[in-house]
Structure formats: C-alpha cells, structure tokens
C-alpha cells in the first residue's frame, strides 16, 4: 500500500492529496506534526532529507516533492488520468506546472507564514528560534528572512501581486477551455489549487471576484469529488491569527 508523510494544512500535501483521491488510490496516512519537529527527525530526514512534507512511500521507496509526486502517481498509475495523453498537451500542462512551482506556490508562503507560523515563533526566544532555523535543511534563510515578527509589508506586497499575476494568466487561459491546460482537468488544475484555497482563507479571494473565469474555474475545482476528500479536517484551520 502506498503510504503518505503529508501534514493537513501544508499546500504541497494537498496537492498530493487531490491526485491520490482522483485516481482513488488507497493509502496510508502518515502525519507530520510540525511543532512537535517531527519533520526534523532523524527517521524522516532519512526519507526525505529536505526535511519537508509530503514524502510518498510506494514499495518501500521514497519519492519526495510533491511535483514529482504526482508525476510519480501519474506514470505507475495512469488509469484515470491527469495528464494529457500527447506530448504537446503534457508540455503545454508542465509549463503552467513549472510556472505555479516557481512564481504562486513560493509566494503564498509569505502570507500563510505570518498568519500560522508567527503566532508560534512569537513565543520563542531569538535564541530559540534562530536555534530551530538553523535546524532546517532547506528553509533557514526564509526563515531568518522572516523572522520572528514575520515578514514586513514590502515582502507581502510583492507576494500579492505574484498571486494577481497568476491569476490574471489564469483568466486568459481559462478563455479557451474549462482547465487551465485545454479540455482536461490535468496537475496544472491540482498545482494551483491549494494556492487558491489558501487565499481563500487568508481573506484575499477578493483578488479574482473581478475575473469570471477563474471565478468559475474554483467553483467547480470545490464541486469535484477530490476536493472534499484531499481537504481533510485541519487542512484550512490556519488559527486565530487568521
């Protein structure tokens, strides 16, 4: 059985999560509690040495990073599929792949840390903190760029209108079919979606009510039976801070 180290509220775990339910593939769950440091771990840093979730475990092999991932599920198990079956389609999807990975995915990080993680870092000591950070295989320098009072309204600013860039292409290619990748519903659609979510409940989905076609495009991502399975309780309860 296919086994998954994914913590509710991470995006990149969801991201897993929606394809694991489209295909409807049993699996095992596995939860990494991040105040309790169970990412840092030694056991998991054997798994996965970037010390982040999600980790899938097929046949007692680790795959790591949510991207390669789905791509993973989508090569061992393509009898649903999403993914387009030519080569011109699959490129087309992996450009909006690579583009959500590089420009909305890092820039959500800036709001959705100031509204979880602050609250937490916030009771720690300098010390404490920058002890944790350096703790951090990937991320120390994101987190001493935060800080422990989180990041300052220029570093949010910017992360804002990255998260209005997307969503204005996203608008364009939703002009010429109802997934962003043409007919089907493909990873670009499952990349972008916790994004969209996560703005969702940080208060920002004001930044596409003037854009109907993504408008139409979430109201059917949260009708597709993925959606309600992949969004576990705990997966949108970012705190009071929020």
């Given at each position: 059985m296919l086994e998954l180290y994914h913590s509710p509220i991470s995006t990149c775990s969801q991201k897993v999560r929606l394809v694991l339910a489209e295909?409807?593939?049993?699996?095992k769950s596995n939860l990494i509690v991040f105040t309790r440091g169970d990412h840092l771990t030694e056991d998991y840093?054997?798994?996965?040495?970037?010390?982040?979730?999600?980790?899938?475990?097929?046949?007692?092999?680790?795959?790591?990073?949510?991207?390669?991932?789905?791509?993973?599920?989508?090569?061992?198990?393509p009898e649903v599929p999403v993914r387009p079956r030519d080569a011109k389609g699959t490129a087309r999807m992996r450009a909006?792949?690579?583009?959500?990975?590089?420009?909305?995915?890092?820039?959500?990080?800036?709001?959705?840390?100031?509204?979880?993680?602050?609250?937490?870092?916030?009771?720690?000591?300098?010390?404490?903190?920058?002890?944790?950070?350096r703790r951090l295989p990937l991320r120390?320098?994101?987190?001493?760029?935060?800080?422990r009072g989180g990041f300052d309204k220029q570093a949010i600013d910017e992360a804002l209108d990255k998260l209005r860039q997307t969503l204005e292409r996203m608008e364009k290619a939703l002009v010429t079919g109802p997934w962003l990748a043409g007919d089907q519903y493909t990873l670009a659609d499952v990349s972008i979606t916790p994004?969209?979510?996560?703005?969702?409940?940080?208060?920002?989905?004001?930044?596409?009510?003037?854009?109907?076609?993504?408008?139409?495009w979430y109201r059917r991502i949260q009708a597709r039976p993925n959606f309600s399975t992949a969004y576990m309780p705990g997966s949108r309860d970012l705190g009071p801070s929020c």
């Open positions: 295909k409807g593939l049993d699996w840093l054997k798994l996965n040495p970037n010390g982040v979730v999600p980790t899938l475990i097929d046949d007692s092999d680790p795959i790591i990073d949510s991207s390669v991932i789905n791509e993973y599920l989508e090569d061992v198990y909006w792949r690579q583009f959500i990975d590089e420009v909305p995915t890092p820039a959500i990080r800036y709001p959705s840390f100031n509204a979880y993680f602050v609250p937490i870092w916030q009771k720690l000591s300098e010390e404490e903190f920058a002890a944790y950070a120390k320098h994101f987190y001493g760029h935060m800080g994004t969209v979510v996560r703005m969702e409940d940080l208060g920002l989905g004001n930044m596409w009510s003037d854009l109907p076609g993504v408008t139409d």
